[in-house]
């Protein structure tokens, strides 16, 4: 099963996981599940066409999906896949 | 100054001899670093770090951007400052603190909120900018400002457990640009869904870890010692203490350096950030001055405080305690028949409130204090506890 990263700002809506095993063929297949097993985290991920937002980027191992073959992305069972969102702390 | 005109005194080669014995660093890097300008913008969580180490470092010339008086609250992270200095400007704290460790370095003050009429002007004569921020606008503008002027960016980021490094708008020695902040995310959270540090907290340690790898990769920048961390994106997660290093490539639609650019000056990032959204209701507010006068004339209104337990235990103005994410499940306590204030630390997480309240509730009577409880203490009750 492939291993999914989830980030700090998304642990809210996984239980507080960090990782996630997926039994999966690609990236998208990746999305769908973990957005039905854990519903909030899709409007966080999804816009409301379905696309991936455009704040959050997600990489297979380390390239960026969207070099890839974005959701058609193939993935094994020793894939890592990392959502990564835009996040703005710095001096507060 | 061009570096054949620089000179290092002997106190300065006693100084820096930790950097000049290395044999890939050497004199002639700390000369770079000498000749070098550097503008941080932010000096709290991660300002503070890359303050310290770039000027025990020895750059020449230090620029500092902050808008920001010195809390309580920032100490907890924020080593540059100390109690003394509570209250006063950020930008005169750290020059002081900076100049007591090490004198060989010029500071430029920019005691100024940075925007979009004078960012330019701002870092237009800085070598390399170092962008400790908070907020999207602010990354945005930060971004599209270097890329107009062609200089590079030392971005860092954090939330919570988790940090961000990445060097943009990098020209390598084969002339080969790198990406920049648009590249990797063209645009920003609509505002509310990603928490900020101040609602979504920081370990103290986190800007400490992040600044100093800002300072390392500006001292790379500079001195074009190693590998900058160009074309790559690092992240690191404090809890697992797992860190992952992702590549990151230009995109042919970027707005502003793009195959067609349609971005060619700074824009209003407030309203990109959707911080103005222009269909959004206005909500009714009400100013700190004036809702100590309903309290004064015994006004007949109901108060509600939607921060957390803990901040509400630091200090509290005789609210109902009611937090953000259980306003919705008490709606019913909340009065319909008289006046009814509703505030949070600075007045964004009530915004929420108030509009979720009056969408799903169809509430008419409540009102958001502008600027939240700091804004009370402020203007009506200084003796309190800010944080």
């Known amino acids: 099963m492939a291993t999914v990263i989830i980030p700090t700002p998304l642990r809210k809506f996984t239980n507080q996981t960090s990782r996630l095993q997926v039994e999966a063929g690609t990236v998208g297949e990746i999305i769908e599940k973990i957005t039905q097993d854990y519903p909030e985290l899709k409007k966080h991920l999804m ?29 094994n069972p020793s894939s890592i896949i990392s959502i990564v969102p835009a996040i703005a702390g710095g001096t507060h | 100054m061009a570096i054949r005109d620089i000179q290092f005194s002997k106190e300065e ?18 000369l770079k670093l000498k000749a070098a300008k550097v503008l941080i913008i932010g000096s709290g969580g991660l300002g503070s770090p890359a303050l310290l180490y770039l000027t025990a470092a020895g750059v020449g010339t230090i620029g500092i951007v902050d808008f920001d008086v010195v809390d309580d609250s920032n100490l907890q992270r924020q080593v540059l400052f100390d109690i003394h200095e509570i209250g006063k400007p950020k930008v005169e704290a750290a020059r002081r603190r900076l100049e007591a460790l090490n004198p060989h370095v010029r500071f430029i003050l920019h005691n100024t909120h940075i925007h979009s009429g ?72 609509p505002p509310g869904l990603v928490p900020s540090c101040a609602e979504g907290g920081v370990l103290g340690v986190l800007p400490g870890i992040i600044g100093s790898l800002q300072a390392l990769e500006v001292i790379k ?61 206005p909500v009714k507010e009400i100013g700190a001055k004036e809702l100590y006068e309903w309290q004064v004339k015994g006004k007949k209104f109901s108060l509600v405080d939607v921060r957390e337990p803990s901040e509400f235990k630091i200090v509290e103005i005789g609210g109902e305690l009611i937090p953000l994410a259980t306003v919705m499940d008490h709606a019913d306590q909340i009065p319909r028949d008289i006046d009814v204030v509703v505030y949070c630390k600075s007045g964004v997480r009530s915004l929420k409130a108030i509009r979720e309240l009056e969408e799903k509730f169809g509430f008419e009577n409540l009102f958001n204090l502008k600027g939240g409880i700091l804004a009370y203490i402020d203007q009506v009750q200084p003796e309190l506890t800010r944080y």
């Open chain 1, 47 to 75: 816009d409301p066409q379905g696309s991936l937002r455009s704040f959050v980027n997600i990489f297979a191992g380390d390239e960026d999906i969207r070099d890839l073959q974005e959701g058609k992305t193939p993935v």
């Open chain 2, 13 to 30: 080669l006693a100084r820096y001899n930790r950097h000049i014995i290395i044999p890939e660093f050497g004199e002639e890097a700390q």
């Open chain 2, 118 to 189: 004078n960012a330019l002007d701002i870092i237009k004569d800085y070598d390399v900018v170092a962008d400790g921020t908070d907020n999207f606008p602010t990354r945005y503008l930060v971004n599209d400002a270097t890329l107009l002027l062609d200089k590079p960016n030392v971005y860092g980021s954090i939330f919570q457990f988790e940090g961000q490094v990445s060097v943009f708008n990098y020209v390598n020695s084969r002339g080969e640009r790198g990406p920049n902040y648009r590249d990797l995310y063209p645009t920003p959270p």
């Open chain 2, 221 to 281: 920048v500079i001195t074009g010692v190693g590998e900058p961390l160009t074309g790559r994106f690092y992240t690191f997660d404090a809890l697992n203490f797992e860190s992952r290093t992702f590549k990151i490539k230009r995109r042919e639609d970027n707005p502003v350096n793009g195959k067609n650019p349609v971005i060619r000056e700074l824009i209003d990032y407030e309203q990109f950030c959707g911080m103005r959204a222009v269909e959004e209701k």
